[in-house]
T-cell receptor
Framework: AQSVTQPDIHITVSEGASLELRCNYSYGATPYLFWYVQSPGQGLQLLLKYFSGDTLVQGIKGFEAEFKRSQSSFNLRKPSVHWSDAAEYFCAVGLLSGGYNKLIFGAGTRLAVHP | DSGVTQTPKHLITATGQRVTLRCSPRSGDLSVYWYQQSLDQGLQFLIQ???????AKGNILERFSAQQFPDLHSELNLSSLELGDSALYFC?????????????FGSGTQLSVL
């Protein structure tokens, strides 16, 4: 069955430090991959997405993600974290199932940023 | 602002009751999705409508139902409410219904069942 795993439930980093949030997926073919961010009290906002082509994709707010087929991973990175990046981050897989498109989310990683 | 409007923002009700959550998608979006977010289950896909028709069903209970109206707004009806139904319910919309669609999320309705 298709699934998305975010191994880290909670991560704390210092402001200015680099960040990597892990995401692994289970799917037979190359899926459509997304990272969404949820700020407190808000809905989810798309950071970036990967469909095909260049495996390193750039998103909003200085985030990037790299698709690695051999590792079934799509990790999110940012070179220097800002306090405003504190939020919950969701990796998601978009795929066709039973003729319909579905978006499956991981459990999320909550990011805390220390000053 | 995503352009997706959900009402009400907060809802407090008692077990056994019925509530209706409302969603207005972004202008021009034909697809509406409903998600339930809880601490123990995470973000769960409930149901999707496209241009008034049901397109996909996820982990939606039989006590729950939804519809999309001709003006494309959608309602999620939750009946015979139980304590475990307390959660944040999100609506999202997209232009079409492809697997690579970007979804725009509303800020959710926080449901508390007491």
């Amino acid at each position: 069955a298709q699934s998305v795993t975010q191994p880290d439930i909670h991560i704390t980093v210092s402001e200015g430090a680099s960040l990597e949030l892990r995401c692994n997926y289970s799917y037979g073919a190359t899926p459509y991959l997304f990272w969404y961010v949820q700020s407190p009290g808000q809905g989810l906002q798309l950071l970036l997405k990967y469909f095909s082509g260049d495996t390193l994709v750039q998103g909003i707010k200085g985030f990037e993600a790299e698709f690695k087929r051999s590792q079934s991973s799509f990790n999110l990175r940012k070179p220097s974290v800002h306090w405003s990046d504190a939020a919950e981050y969701f990796c998601a897989v978009g795929l066709l199932s039973g003729g319909y498109n579905k978006l499956i989310f991981g459990a999320g990683t909550r990011l805390a940023v220390h000053p | 602002d995503s352009g997706v409007t959900q009402t009400p923002k907060h809802l407090i009700t008692a077990t056994g009751q019925r509530v209706t959550l409302r969603c207005s998608p972004r202008s021009g979006d034909l697809s509406v999705y409903w998600y339930q977010q809880s601490l123990d289950q995470g973000l769960q896909f409930l149901i999707q409508y496209y241009n008034g028709e049901e397109r996909a069903k996820g982990n939606i209970l039989e006590r729950f139902s939804a519809q999309q109206f001709p003006d494309l707004h959608s309602e999620l009806n939750l009946s015979s409410l139980e304590l475990g139904d307390s959660a944040l319910y999100f609506c999202a919309s997209s232009r079409a219904s492809r697997a690579n669609e970007k979804l725009f999320f509303g800020s959710g309705t926080q449901l508390s069942v007491l």
